[in-house]
């Protein structure tokens, strides 16, 4: 029993890790299914790279007492961190949705371009920071060592609104990402449902980079919805399948992590590639069936209607 005891004992202090964990895996996923209807996955590997420029020049400034902010020595991130990570995830949002109205068909190679910057960015400011602790730096990296109450409780607020605000605008998110046109037409304020959708991602991503880092945010924002579209149709079913799935993986992350002595971070990302490679397997073995029996039935080897009708 002294395994059982020393994993009991490691959720007891990985609780909140574990408890944003699974939070992250339940809600992102509700929005990366827009970004894949969109056909803009790569937007969810660049969103939180703009939040961890963010939460860098958050501690960049905090540790200079710039604005007359004070430095913090602790391994906690307070407020300035989470403001700083929204304002940018916010900004580039805007940035990002006002490219896609004015794309020429090179959305792809702005939003490109835009992670790039970001990546640099991140690395450039968190390297002149006088003060970041190791706890930041690992998760920037896509390490979780530590969920402090103050991030439980903030991700905890924000997920719920989001998940409100899916809830309640589904239509209309759904009518702008899978079907402009028909929304234009239909005289919806696209622009408009643009802002509230953009703005609910904003808010979702900076707090999850916060709690899990961007590494992490990316693999549950796009993962599972790739794997819901593998396994089945009808949106309402797409979107439960794909949270579902982000909440099963985090879990079976967290016993490999425990197990293999891992970063849970990272490895949850793993365990989606596995669970995706795993659907991707399934659901090609199942289209060579069904392609299979309907050649057969062409050919006559399985009996139609109408060798029914004769027997």
């Known amino acids: 029993m002294n395994w059982l005891d020393e994993l009991m004992t490691t959720i007891e202090l990985l609780q909140g890790a574990i408890f944003m ?15 894949v209807l969109r056909r803009i996955v790569f937007l969810g590997v660049t969103l939180p ?9 958050a501690f960049l400034i905090q540790g200079f007492g710039w604005f007359g902010l004070s430095p913090s020595h602790d391994h906690e991130p307070g407020w300035v961190p989470l403001a700083g990570s929204t304002f940018f995830t916010l ?52 390490e979780i ?22 809830v309640l605008f589904h239509r209309e998110f759904l009518l702008i990402s899978y079907d402009r046109d028909l929304a234009i037409s239909l005289k919806k304020n696209v622009a408009l449902w643009d802002l509230v959708f953009y703005l609910t991602v904003g808010l979702l ?18 993962i599972p919805p790739m794997v819901a579209h593998l396994l ?27 197990h293999l002595d891992l970063p849970l971070g990272p490895t949850s990302v ?8 795993a659907a991707w ?17 062409i050919s006559g080897a399985i009996p139609g209607d109408s060798d029914f009708g004769k027997r």
């Open 21 to 35: 964990g699974i939070l992250v895996g339940a809600v992102c996923p509700l929005i990366g299914a827009y970004f």
């Open 49 to 57: 790279q703009v939040s961890a420029v963010g939460v860098a020049f």
């Open 91 to 142: 900004a580039g949002i805007l940035v990002i949705a006002r490219m896609e109205r004015r794309s020429d068909g090179r959305i792809d190679a702005g939003i490109g371009m835009i992670y790039a910057l970001a990546a640099a960015w991140s690395i450039l400011l968190l390297a002149k920071a006088p003060v970041a602790g190791a706890g930041m730096l690992n998760l920037l990296k896509g």
């Open 145 to 166: 060592i530590a969920v402090s109450p103050f991030q439980a409780v903030s991700t905890a607020v924000v997920f719920a609104f989001v998940v409100a605000s899916v």
């Open 205 to 222: 991503v900076s707090v999850a980079v916060l709690g899990v880092g961007p590494i992490m945010t990316f693999g549950y924002l796009i």
């Open 232 to 258: 089945v149709r009808g949106i309402s079913r797409f979107m439960v399948l794909a949270s579902v799935v982000g909440v099963g993986s985090s879990i079976i992350s967290f016993f490999v992590s425990y």
């Open 270 to 277: 793993a365990v989606l590639g596995f669970v995706y490679l």
């Open 281 to 297: 397997l399934f659901a090609a073995g199942r289209s060579a069936k069904l392609g299979k029996w309907r050649r057969a039935s």
